[in-house]
């Protein structure tokens, strides 16, 4: 296991995640007290709202309040989500708050783009041109590609490790035509298609073709899988990963309600805590803001360790007997 | 990844586990319903009753009309728990349909010894010197070593591959003295502490040391980690699992109500089919068994490929398209 990274940086995505699905009406000071509970964490960056339209994702028609309200902490870095200019002026107006960058998103499957997008493939990367230069006009760095439905499809089945490979390339292309410097190639299983020897064949094609590039992997534990999953990121030296306090979360789009979503902080936070790779996050409480989270959104999240607790106090006492 | 087996023999455990901690009374006619559905998905071992005091498990009370009502099914080994000569006597009577042998089981943590077992690992060693006369005295072989407690403790904390290993020395050598040929050493993370790193050590030097036995993982979930753990096994060649359908199960004296037991059947098949691994069992026809044990326990069962529906349709879907 010598790839094995020294420590990972998290991206807690569960505000975003867990509150653009959520069924009940989550009020304001709810969404800003789970996020200063995860600030204290210790994870480094949280996604703390999505500027969209209200119509689509009624979940986040008070993106605005919510990131003008949340306390800031130190070493924290804070983002947002966005799809349109009119999303990034609203970024825009907090930049004092949030980390503001762009991103060039596609997604490897034809039949993902046109039902998560709008648009095919072709008219997505079209649309990301325009979104480049809108963020480059406004001083905003493009510096990270995103690849959704790398490893799988509910709509269009398989996705092989070429024509994942295949969206990076595009979207590679789309960043050198137009001068973005990217740092990072972020590789999401939206829909829970990923098995380990899948996400070591693509992560390696990305690797060895793009070796100044960090990894990022967005994994979902849609079919129990997710946590294998980060394993074998990180038996390939994966080192950022994204995860949503208890499992919250889901893409709306994908095509199968009530099951689990993003795989869960506090889990990837123990594998990786275990294995002796330091996460900078405090597990204790990463749980209790995943209790916090179930107590705002009104339902059980899927984390087991929310269920099954951690090892600190188990081992306490028995240091102590 | 050159150790994976080509293919991996699951043990169901899924109705010994989940009807012993049962929290509502389960009919007999729906443990047996359970039994025969598992029959039919093609796994190749269940374990359909544990042959235990009534005043302890009252879930099993009814283990002999289970054993006697269920169909078996040409291909499928069933069998069964005991821990004393009744319920030896009890699994011979019903030799016809169950595979009887013995086990020689210990627990590496003291503190576990002394709660489950009820003596201390000294005490249990004895016990199972009695153990094995009485069923080398009925014919019936004892080929299995089963060590509880391998990775962690609840009550005594963290367990070193070295005690581990020694557990299982304290076995074989038991064995040794009493004339038991070995086949096979069933590593058991009764309460959740094993981490993929854990599992590679232990398995590493058990292997090693007694390189011609047959190397069993015995995994729970209680923390979100149990098909990493299962995944860890694979890449030692581990081929041999116990789980349980959609999760259930658990153990009743380890410490933590409601956490998820062991892992899911249908995610083990999941993780093993998708890299290659045949496992023999179709897992829509499991996966509609574990709708069904929700429906006898009459709650949702921690598995998220419960949720999440298998690939099977959504290929077909694809291909059709």
Redesign the interface.
């Known amino acids: 296991?010598s790839d094995l990274p020294r420590s990972v940086r998290i991206t807690e995505e569960g505000p975003r995640e867990g509150f653009q699905i959520a069924t009940v009406p989550v009020p304001t000071a709810d969404k800003i007290a789970l996020i200063d509970a995860l600030s204290a964490t210790g994870v480094s960056r949280i996604q703390v709202a999505s500027f969209v339209s209200p119509k689509r994702v009624p979940g986040w028609a008070d993106a605005d309040a919510v990131v003008a309200g949340f306390t800031p902490r130190a070493g924290v870095a804070y983002t947002a989500l966005w799809f349109n200019p009119q999303g990034l002026q609203r970024a825009l107006a907090f930049k004092d708050r949030l980390s503001v960058y762009g991103s060039i998103t596609v997604a490897a499957s034809e039949?993902f783009s046109l039902r998560n997008l709008n648009r095919d493939r072709a008219g997505q990367l079209a649309a990301m041109r325009e979104n480049v230069a809108e963020h480059l006009a406004a001083g905003v760095a493009v510096n990270r590609v995103s690849v959704q439905a790398a490893f799988?499809?509910?709509?269009?089945?398989?996705i092989t490790p070429a024509q994942a490979v295949g969206a990076v390339a595009d979207a590679m292309a789309l960043a050198a035509g137009t001068g973005c410097a990217i740092e990072r190639i972020s590789l999401a299983d939206t829909m829970?298609?990923a098995?380990?020897?899948?996400v070591?064949r693509v992560v390696g094609e990305v690797r060895s073709r793009w070796p100044g590039q960090a990894v990022s992997l967005h994994l979902h534990?849609?079919?129990?899988?997710?946590?294998?999953n980060?394993?074998?990121g990180l038996r390939m030296g994966v080192a950022e990963y994204d995860a949503a306090v208890g499992g919250a979360g889901g893409c709306p789009f994908a095509g199968?309600p009530?099951?689990?979503g993003n795989i869960?902080t506090?889990?990837l936070v123990?594998?990786c805590e275990?294995?002796?790779i330091a996460t900078g996050v405090d597990v204790d409480a990463l749980i209790a803001a995943g209790h916090l989270a179930e107590k705002i959104l009104g339902r059980t999240l899927?984390?087991?360790?929310l269920?099954?607790?951690?090892?600190t106090a188990?081992?306490a006492?028995?240091?102590a007997?």
């Open positions: 296991m039949a799988g499809c509910n709509f269009q089945g398989e829970g298609w098995n380990p020897l899948l070591e534990d849609t079919r129990g899988l997710g946590i294998a980060a394993l074998a199968h009530g099951a689990p869960a506090e889990e123990l594998l275990e294995m002796g899927p984390s087991a360790l269920r099954g607790g951690s090892l188990f081992r006492k028995a240091r007997a």
